[in-house]
């Protein structure tokens, strides 16, 4: 990635973590932060989540925060100012970071956000929150990956031997920002963004590769038949099924890097699929926008009415 691109992946990471801690830090907090939880381990490294607890007023269900932009994640880019409506109205918030480009691919990113949630589920009577009222929230890459944890989050492996893995990783409502859907049509049919066209600079996510049993080493897949299966995958919009969780997304119709038409195209397909799917416009937005967080009073009633105890 160059430098003008992998500064937009801090910037976008940025404005998914909201201000400086400066801006919030007159207020004595209204939470308990846990920092740098070990939801899982990979090639000898620790993946880590941090997680905010509300002191008062626990309402017992959780967020999952995807702390990535440009699939580019570190636990700097953690910040309580974007969430301080979450824990406001009492969600435990569960901020992940996962493995970040240009080291690690989506296919790998993608699996270290299912064992996140899995791993939060296995351990909810800890957090006290329920582990059948979970949503998840983020804002570009992030937006993207909350929305494969929406339609392609999958039940647990049963004979596992780790027994967080035994538990599913889907989730109970979506509400997220701008997400890349469907690189096959990105922005217009057939235009395909695999670290190409409008997503040229951000080729690293997207370069593919497999080990080798033969040498142990890991190779490149240049193979475009290969690519494209993998990278169909990848796209929310290959998964989307009627039984798919209430779906929030907030889009601007300026934005250039991620154009509305994904969001739109996810959105007519949940429906279709008879999902609850709505989609809030900004008009003249682009690629975020200033004061974004206040937006999270939108993405917190979504969550206030999908996220509800269920009745007796």
């Known amino acids: 990635m160059n430098r003008p691109h992998l500064a937009w992946a801090l910037a976008s990471c940025w404005i998914?973590?909201?201000?400086?801690?400066?801006?919030?830090?007159?207020?004595?907090?209204?939470?308990?932060?846990?920092?740098?939880?070990?939801?899982?381990?990979?090639?000898?490294?620790?993946?880590?989540?941090?997680?905010?607890?509300?002191?008062?007023?626990?309402?017992?269900?959780?967020?999952?925060?995807?702390?990535?932009?440009?699939?580019?994640?570190?636990?700097?880019?953690?910040?309580a100012g974007s969430i301080a409506e979450f824990l406001k109205r009492g969600y435990t918030v569960f901020a992940v970071v996962h493995g970040s480009q240009p080291k690690f691919t989506i296919p790998e990113v993608v699996e270290d956000v299912n064992r996140a949630v899995r791993y939060i589920r296995f351990h909810a009577a800890d957090y006290h929150v329920d582990p059948n009222r979970?949503?998840?929230?983020?804002?570009?890459?992030?937006?993207?990956?909350?929305?494969?944890?929406?339609?392609?989050?999958?039940?647990?492996?049963?004979?596992?031997?780790?027994?967080?893995?035994?538990?599913?990783?889907r989730v109970q409502a979506v509400a997220c920002y701008f997400p890349p859907t469907d690189f096959f049509n990105y922005g217009k049919p057939g235009e395909n963004a695999l670290g190409r066209g409008v997503l040229q600079g951000f080729k690293a996510p997207f370069d593919f590769n497999a080990l080798d049993p033969k040498d142990?080493?890991?190779?490149?897949?240049?193979?475009?038949?290969?690519?494209?299966?993998?990278?169909?995958?990848?796209?929310?919009?290959?998964?989307?099924?009627?039984?798919?969780?209430?779906?929030?997304?907030?889009?601007?119709?300026?934005?250039?890097?991620?154009?509305?038409?994904?969001?739109e195209s996810i959105v007519e397909k949940l429906k279709e699929k008879g999902v609850e799917a709505k989609l809030v416009v900004k008009k003249g937005a682009s690629h975020g926008w200033p004061d974004m967080a206040k937006d999270n009073v939108v993405l917190a009633d979504w969550f206030d009415e999908h996220l509800k105890p269920k009745s007796p």
């Open 16 to 79: 998914c973590a909201g201000p400086p801690a400066a801006a919030v830090a007159e207020e004595a907090p209204n939470y308990t932060r846990t920092e740098d939880v070990v939801y899982g381990r990979k090639h000898g490294m620790a993946l880590t989540m941090d997680v905010f607890t509300p002191k008062a007023g626990a309402n017992g269900a959780g967020i999952v925060w995807m702390v990535s932009g440009g699939w580019y994640s570190a636990h700097e880019a953690i910040n």
């Open 134 to 169: 979970l949503g998840v929230t983020g804002a570009s890459a992030g937006g993207h990956l909350s929305l494969m944890l929406g339609t392609a989050g999958a039940l647990g492996n049963p004979i596992a031997k780790d027994l967080v893995d035994r538990d599913s990783s």
């Open 216 to 263: 142990k080493v890991y190779r490149p897949i240049a193979d475009e038949g290969m690519r494209d299966a993998i990278g169909r995958q990848i796209c929310p919009i290959t998964h989307v099924s009627a039984d798919d969780p209430p779906t929030l997304i907030i889009h601007g119709d300026a934005d250039q890097l991620v154009p509305i038409q994904q969001a």
